[in-house]
């Protein structure tokens, strides 16, 4: 045996063959034998019985072979076992989140999905964890298996040596819809995987566009970085102090009236350690235009229902909210949206009205609202979303229809 | 009945100077009337779990909705679990059988604590109807499997909290009996019944009872914790509160894997106790059966983490209980090889409870073979938790314990009722059951090895062929079934009546009238032969 140059798949599928081998060869002895005596030594052939009660050198003939075989097989087992959880160095790290009922992919740079994209011929460390219960991330295909901890990091790795897609399941039981846990490993050739990591999602959006068109951009950065205005960057819903005309500062939240009136009337409440120098839009800008840098500020770069129902699918918030109006674990988005809705929190019936100052909130930290009623307090926070993701949902569930009154 | 009952009023009939009615049964300190109220019992629940199996196949018959939808489905197999394992597997034949014929085998009157004995079946009473319970009240049925894993059983709103009362309650009663057949074994053994004259059905129970004694408390431990963790929101196995979902795997499995082993071993001791009587020939290795039984209880203590290989737990705990794990098939093995001896060179009567245990000792080496699949880590990482370890369990526990019990209904059912069935349908009923049972769980191993996860409502199309060949198998398996107990309730109105000995067995039982009588022996035995010396013995009739 040449354990080394065997691949994890070949020395756990070698552990399978011997032990089958043995079993079946133990098996038609034992089956055989015993088929054997009932007809040869049936009181019509054999009518007086022989009266020994033992064989002292049998007995230990069949303690000790067996023990020795075991250990033996015990040896093949633990081989193939090391094989899977040795990971070679240099292996691309893929960052794994479970949670009922889906499975959330990160990868290098911070691209999220939830396909498992991976290249060809290398060696990928899954680096798990579980938000909610257990799960167990299982592909047959390369024989691993592991389970997804909560408050705990486990790994598995593998290297596919064929492009492809493979089954992903869950194999640790995990409620409702454990059994539609299943999701795709994608295999692809090195170039294909490269290309694929650095494309972005984001699909942008005509506000985005229009804010190239009237140069805001020149100004205002998109990634954080300090500019000649404030970034746009977590602008929306934020506390800034301004100053007013008078010299009087207070506090503001960046929200949909605010963004307004900074358009028409930019000078009118300034953020505190910016100078006095943008332009009315008032008249250079027409009021469609403005609407839609307006909708691009507050809901998001990546503004759009389509991008909204992508990242729904990615996160696995369709895995318990239909989108067709059935209740699976969670209330349906269809007609969510403006829907009031009775939530329990700390012992206590509250009205709220889905609107989306709620759901932002509902979605990028559930525990902390309290229950809707009806349902189990099973959803997990989603503290990674950022603002305009948070905004791209919300443009989704409000396209999937506001709640009939 | 038989010619003995005009002197001795048998256990069924009231003792002389009493009224019998139900309160005779159900506060009766009989340990007879108490293994047959369980034996009703277990049955009954025996026929509720196969009902549920039966519909789980049903669903599974194609993939997506069948009959029932996903929270359903959750519920019943998880019922299925509750139901099989703790209110008809684990009490089964050493409640049942073992209380009937432990205290005779031994040349006693009856168990040493008569009335704790009636106290456990009352707390199997008292379990059954909290299980019941807890599927029509609180927010719908338990749907966390029979394991309730942490953090999922801590979350669920379903009725969790009355289904861990129930098993907590359940395995009082197991306490409880375990610990009167030690101390009857120890202390009531009649004059001349040394422990190696022990027929290996009580050996078989004393290890048992060991097991019973020492490993369910740890059960019991832990589904107060799940209760304490609902209840009063402990956060022992919350890591957001600094406990640990794993500690609660290594709690249950501490109980539970010995379980197994609860419900194996009185099973193979029956199986030792019917291959010698028809094969007319001394058991072969009588020490060393006796002592693999105590081998398995001792090195079946020690292998619970096998169940744990893809938990998170470290490497090192892999290789240690692996390796142990390997180790525990020795003593399993060297009882299959002695009991396949044992008809070597025999004079084989083929009767019904013959069958029985060859089809044990088939499914049982089926069983235990592919636990070596199971035990060693490499291959355990790609079958755990699929159907693969779905057909192994139910070839060990039922081709094992449950055609063990078969074999045992049909072994000591002459004994019982001084009636004998009809023998022909009896073998057609396991030949039936033998063959639907492979049709059944065979395929499941083959789509276990594809991939296909346990506990999964739905299915990937791939595996739609297994799964309808296993549902066909579960009608032939609830069809041979229904045969057998309809032919044994057949016999138990229409048998013909039969004598003391029908087999030519040499243990006590079969010294006693058929049915037993209240106090077992006119005077106390002596015994001054071995359990398998056949000289003289002779079938009568």
Same mark, same amino acid.
């Given at each position: 045996? *040449? ?40 009181? $019509? ?175 205002? $950065? ?13 602008? *929306? ?88 109006? $059935? ?71 409000? $396209? ?6 | ?7 001795? =009023? !048998? ?9 019998? #009615? ?12 108490? #293994? ?37 489905? !959750? ?23 073992? !209380? ?13 604590? =008569? ?39 801590? %979350? ?8 861990? @009362? ?93 379980? @197994? ?38 090195? #079946? ?17 892999? &290789? ?41 000792? +088939?499914?049982?080496?089926?069983? #235990?073979?592919?636990?070596? %699949? ?13 159907? +693969? ?45 033998? %063959?639907? +049972? ?13 991939? &296909? ?33 309809? !032919? ?54």
């Amino acid at each position: 045996m *040449y354990p080394q140059s065997l691949t994890p798949v070949q020395q756990v599928d070698l552990a399978f063959i011997i032990i089958f081998g043995f079993s079946v060869f133990v098996l038609l002895v034992i089956t055989a034998a015993m088929l054997w005596f009932v007809w040869r030594y049936h009181e $019509s052939r054999h009518p007086v019985p022989a009266q020994f009660s033992g064989n002292v050198p049998a007995e230990i003939a069949w303690t000790v072979i067996p023990s020795i075989i075991v250990m033996g097989l015990f040896y093949y087992g633990w081989e193939g076992y090391k094989a899977l959880r040795t990971v070679p160095e240099g292996a691309m790290e893929i960052k794994v989140t479970a949670r009922m009922w889906s499975w959330v992919f990160e990868y290098p740079g911070g691209k999220r999905g939830s396909v498992l994209v991976a290249p060809v011929d290398t060696p990928v460390k899954l680096r798990m964890t579980s938000v909610d219960v257990l799960h167990s991330l299982y592909v047959p295909a390369f024989r691993i298996k592991m389970d997804t901890v909560p408050g705990m990091e486990t790994y598995a790795w593998f290297k596919a040596d064929r492009p492809g897609e493979y089954d992903l399941l869950c194999a640790e039981y995990c409620g409702l819809k454990h059994a539609n846990m299943i999701t795709t490993v994608k295999v692809v050739d090195k170039a294909a995987f490269d290309a694929w990591l650095a494309s972005t999602d984001a699909p942008g959006g005509k506000g985005r566009a229009l804010m190239d068109t009237y140069g805001c951009i020149s100004c205002h $950065s998109l990634d954080g970085t300090p500019g000649v205005g404030p970034t746009f960057k977590d602008l *929306y819903g934020a506390e800034r102090e301004v100053a007013l005309p008078d010299g009087t500062k207070r506090k503001v939240f960046a929200d949909e009236g605010y963004l307004r009136r900074a358009f028409t009337d930019p000078n009118g409440e300034l953020v505190v350690g910016y100078d006095p120098i943008m332009p009315s839009t008032e008249g250079m800008v027409p009021n469609e235009d403005m609407e839609q840098m307006l909708a691009w500020l507050m809901h998001g770069n990546e503004v759009g229902r389509e991008e909204g129902r992508r990242l729904m699918e990615a996160e696995g918030c369709i895995s318990c909210h239909s989108t067709d109006g $059935s209740i699976i674990a969670g209330p349906s988005l269809k007609g969510l949206w403006n829907a009031p809705t009775t939530v329990l929190r700390d012992g206590k019936e509250q009205q709220v009205t889905a609107d989306e100052v709620y759901l932002r909130a509902k979605i990028a930290n559930a525990p902390s609202l309290g229950t809707v009623k009806g349902y189990d307090p099973m959803m997990p926070p989603y503290e990674h979303l950022t603002p305009e993701q948070l905004g791209a949902m919300v443009e989704y569930i409000k $396209s999937l229809g506001e709640h009939a009154h | 009945m038989s010619a003995d009952a005009h002197d001795h =009023p !048998n256990f069924f009939q009231p003792q002389p100077g009493t009224k019998g #009615g139900i309160a005779s049964w159900i506060f009766s300190t009989d340990h007879k009337r108490i #293994g047959m109220l369980y034996l009703y019992c277990i049955v009954a629940m025996f026929l509720v779990g196969l009902t549920l199996g039966f519909l789980i196949r049903l669903e599974l018959i194609a993939p997506g909705r069948t009959i029932m939808g996903p929270q359903t489905y !959750n519920a019943l197999f998880t019922l299925h679990g509750v139901v099989m394992i703790f209110l008809v597997v684990i009490p089964s034949i050493p409640a049942a059988f073992g !209380n009937i014929f432990l205290p005779i085998q031994i040349g006693a009157e009856d168990v040493s604590f =008569p009335r704790l004995n009636i106290f456990s079946w009352w707390l199997y009473v008292t379990g059954a109807v909290l299980a019941v319970v807890s599927l029509v009240t609180g927010k719908g049925a338990p749907d966390t499997g029979w394991t309730f894993y942490v953090p999922f059983s801590a %979350v669920t709103t379903t009725n969790v909290d009355v289904a861990v @009362v129930a098993v907590f309650i359940l395995g009082f009663s197991s306490i409880l009996t375990g610990l009167n057949f030690i101390t009857t074994l120890h202390r009531l053994r009649a004059p001349g019944m040394t422990w190696t004259r022990l027929p290996l059905f009580c050996w078989s129970l004393y290890a048992t009872g060991w097991i019973q004694v020492l490993a369910t408390p740890v059960l019991g431990i832990t589904v107060l914790l799940i209760f304490a963790e609902r209840v009063l929101g402990v956060g022992l196995f919350d890591p957001s509160r600094g406990g640990d979902p794993i500690l609660y795997q290594h709690l249950f499995w501490i109980y539970s894997h010995p379980a @197994v082993y609860i419900m194996i071993l009185p099973a193979m001791g029956v199986i030792s106790e019917i291959l010698p009587v028809f094969a007319r020939k001394p058991i072969f290795g009588y020490k060393m059966i006796a002592f693999s039984s105590l081998a398995i209880a001792f090195a #079946g203590s020690l292998v619970w983490a096998h169940h744990m290989f893809v938990s998170g737990m470290s490497d090192t705990a892999v &290789m240690v209980f692996s390796f142990l794990t390997f180790v525990v098939a020795i003593p399993s093995a060297i009882k299959v090889f002695n009991w396949v001896s044992t008809l070597y060179k025999g004079s084989i009567r083929v009767e019904p409870p013959l069958w029985y245990a060859l089809a044990f000792i +088939f499914l049982f080496s089926i069983g #235990g073979l592919t636990g070596l %699949v199971l035990g060693s880590a490499g291959t355990d990482v790609h079958v755990h938790d699929t159907y +693969f370890v779905v057909a192994h369990f139910h070839y060990v526990i039922f081709g094992g314990l449950g055609f063990g019990l078969f074999g045992a209904m049909h072994y000591w059912f002459p004994k019982v009722y001084g009636r004998m069935y009809d023998k022909r349908i009896a073998n057609w009923s396991c030949l039936i059951a033998f %063959v639907g +049972f492979n049709i059944l769980y065979f395929p499941m191993f083959i789509i276990g090895l594809q991939g &296909m996860p346990r506990r999964y409502y739905d299915y990937l199309p791939k595996y739609a062929e297994g799964h309808f060949i296993s549902t066909m198998g579960s009608w032939v398996l609830a069809a041979g079934l229904l045969l057998m107990f309809w !032919n044994l309730w057949r016999g138990i109105r229409h048998g013909k009546p039969v004598g003391r000995n029908p087999w030519g067995a040499a243990t006590l039982e079969w010294m006693v009238p058929s049915p037993p009588p209240h106090h077992n022996f006119d005077a106390e035995p002596v015994v001054t032969h071995g359990p398998y010396d056949y000289t003289g013995v002779k079938p009568d009739a």
